[in-house]
Antibody, heavy 119, light 110 residues
Framework: EVQLVESGGGLVQPGRSLRLSCTAS????????MSWVRQAPGKGLELVGF??????????EYAASVKGRFTISRDNSKSIAYLQMNNLKTEDTAVYFC??????????WGQGTLVTVSS | QSALTQPASVSGSPGQSITISCTGT?????????VSWYQQHPGKAPKRMIY???NRPSGVSNRFSGSKSGNTASLTISGLQAEDEADYYC??????????FGTGTKVTVL
């Protein structure tokens, strides 16, 4: 059974950093791209970015709204994907979901972790 | 990358059929057969209901079907049930080698 479990969310002040983790199980982690999708309170889904599989060099893509501030990485040996968030802004407040990327979309989702950016 | 356009809300009575549209451009919806649809109940993670325009993952009811014409994809829910009341989002692969979501549609069962 595929499982994705996010951790690391919480309350953080503007300008500070936070790192989210996504621990995967039930599939060969290194064979899949992984993404982070966020949802601000009462709003829709926004792709934060994704990291390709090892077959495709583990390269990354980011939304314009986070480029230069957020970094996605992965540890295939531990089956964990990370989202490093720097210089956080109040508008980054959202539930952050980790997903597996397959068949041109996002097939499995974690339960999400809430990040609140506030002073 | 602009979000794909969906109607804000769609409603129907139990047993009826409803269709949700997802309009993009030739650089996303129209250019690739990589359109997915997701169902999200309040406080829950989204669940993929359709992938590659019209394919249903194992375990998804055959009351859900997808199609595409030009730059617009559609999700049809037939035999509407109370449990179908949720938010629905589409997504598409894009020519920028990334993905884009739709604006979301709230489905209400009357």
């Amino acid at each position: 059974e595929v499982q994705l479990v996010e951790s690391g969310g919480g309350l953080v002040q503007p300008g500070r950093s936070l790192r989210l983790s996504c621990t995967a199980s039930g599939f060969t982690f290194g064979d899949y791209a992984m993404s982070w999708v966020r949802q601000a309170p009462g709003k829709g889904l926004e792709l934060v970015g994704f990291i390709r599989s090892r077959t495709y060099g583990g390269t990354t893509e980011y939304a314009a709204s986070v480029k230069g501030r957020f970094t996605i990485s992965r540890d295939n040996s531990k089956s964990i994907a990370y989202l490093q968030m720097n210089n956080l802004k109040t508008e980054d407040t959202a539930v952050y979901f980790c997903t597996r990327v397959a068949a041109g979309g996002f097939d499995y989702w974690g339960q999400g972790t809430l990040v609140t950016v506030s002073s | 990358q602009s979000a794909l356009t969906q109607p804000a809300s769609v409603s129907g009575s139990p047993g009826q059929s409803i269709t949700i549209s997802c309009t993009g451009t030739s650089s996303d919806v129209g250019g690739y057969n990589y359109v997915s649809w997701y169902q999200q109940h309040p406080g829950k993670a989204p669940k993929r209901m359709i992938y590659e325009v019209s394919n249903r993952p194992s375990g998804v009811s055959n009351r859900f079907s997808g199609s595409k014409s030009g730059n617009t994809a559609s999700l049809t829910i037939s035999g509407l049930q109370a449990e179908d009341e949720a938010d629905y989002y589409c997504s598409s692969y894009t020519s920028s080698n990334t993905y884009v979501f739709g604006t979301g549609t709230k489905v209400t069962v009357l």
